[in-house]
């Protein structure tokens, strides 16, 4: 019984060498200043960290930039070996992947505001308060979640939202143009794009102390990779978190 057991566990350790010396594809999307592309050379702090978490857990991976749809259609279709970073944890999506320890927390959302409409969005104490107003508008990226909270509280807004398919860059330049009263962004997303686009100097940063929260950004991988795969991951993070 010993002897079968062991070659049962050689078999097994065989085979994960071979499935380990293939590297994981991990994608990801074009997310200034998290990860992006420019003048040709691929950056952003958090696909510097992921590399780092990668190579730290002695994981080979493949880094690919892909556009956010056609990475949830690989998620979709099943894609083995399959990784992607960056993304918060909704329950839609833990219906398709594994998700790592988070490995970035994000600050809460912040409010841009035009320049006309700051005096409005100032009479209210409270963001519960400002969402009640049926006479401010707000602007949404279409089909993009700006984390479960505030999807719900969107959701039931008594705000007139606007959905655009619009980067959150040209979401920005609408609302500096006054077309919507307000919008919400991502921090490091509002202080990239304010360092390097013209034309926002006419939004406004404003916030309210119940603002939800700011949410925890994660490595997502198909179901295949070995659960041994997601505790190097882990164990990585978890290390480079430590002071």
Known sequence: MGLRLAGVALCWLVAWGAVAAEPIT?????????????????????????RRLFARAEVP??????PSKRIWRDFQRGTRGFCSI??????????LAQFSLPFHADPPHTLLASAAALPAIQEHGSFASLLADPDISLGVVDG???GPELDALIARSANRVVRVTVAPSGLMQMVAANRMAYMLADQADWHYQRSREAGLGGLAEYGFPDMPPGLQRHILCSRDVPIEVMGRLNRAITALAAP
Do not use: M
């Open 86 to 95: 960056g993304w918060y944890r909704l329950p839609e999506r833990e219906r």
């Open 26 to 50: 991990v994608a990801w999307r074009d997310k200034a200043p998290y990860h992006y592309r420019e003048n040709g050379r691929a950056q952003g702090f958090l696909l510097l960290r992921a």
């Open 61 to 66: 991976a493949l880094f690919v930039e892909r």
């Open 144 to 146: 993009v979640s700006y």
